[in-house]
Every structure is written in C-alpha cells, then in structure tokens.
C-alpha cells in the first residue's frame, strides 16, 4: 500500500492560486492512478481531479474544470493540483488518494492522505 502526505494549502484571496502537492512513498507509485477530493464543512467528500498512470490523461469535476490542473512525476513520486482563480466555494480540505483503477469514486480509493486546508477568502 502506498502512504501518502499531502502540502501546500494556506489562505488566499479570491482569484488567487495554491499548488497542492501529495508525497507518496511505500509501493511502487507508477502502479497507481492518482486523484484529488475534497471536502467542505457539512458536506460529502467530493471529486476533484484524477491522472492516470503514467499522466497521460487527466478528469475533472466541472466545478474547478479550466481553473485545476492535475500532474505527476513518477520519477519524484509526487503529484500536484495547481489552482487558479481561487473562489470561496473552493474552501474545502483537500485529499490526495490512489487507486488501482482509474476513476472518480472515493469508494475506489484504498490509500488516502491527512488532508491540507485551503481556505480562499473573498
């Protein structure tokens, strides 16, 4: 099973932008397609982002489609969600998770990270 850290969440104004960044280590993490869910104070986690593999294809929820950007690097075993044009409605802690198949349910997710908060302020 891979463990997985994730970093980068903090504070910023709307319009603004973080990188999330997940650290994973343990087996090989290659092998797992990798996504990003978060979620709100009285709200169900939700479905951010997923990468495939090797990077090739990425999805996303279309709330945060053309403002997120999801990317890996396998040699590093590390994987990012640039956000851009930050909106309150973002405020959520964000997880990173692994999979062995590509797709977009939480329940399909079997290793999770602790989470960072981003909060964005109007």
């Known amino acids: 099973q891979v463990q997985l850290v994730e970093s980068g969440g903090g504070l910023v104004q709307a319009g603004g932008s973080l990188r999330l960044s997940c650290a994973a280590s343990?087996?090989?993490?290659?092998?797992?397609?990798m996504g990003w869910f978060r979620q709100a104070p009285g709200k169900d986690r939700e479905f951010v982002a997923a990468?495939?593999?090797?990077?090739?294809?990425?999805y996303y929820a279309d709330s945060v489609k053309g403002r997120f950007t999801i990317s890996r690097d396998n040699a590093k075993r590390m994987m990012y969600l640039q956000m851009n044009s930050l909106k309150p409605e973002d405020t959520a802690v964000y997880y990173c998770?692994?999979?062995?198949?590509?797709?977009?349910?939480?329940?399909?997710?079997?290793?999770w990270g602790q989470g960072t908060q981003v909060t964005v302020s109007s």
């Open positions: 998770a692994a999979s062995q198949i590509l797709t977009t349910r939480s329940t399909d997710f079997r290793s």
């Open positions: 343990g087996r090989t993490f290659s092998s797992y397609a």
């Open positions: 990468i495939t593999l090797s990077g090739g294809s990425t």
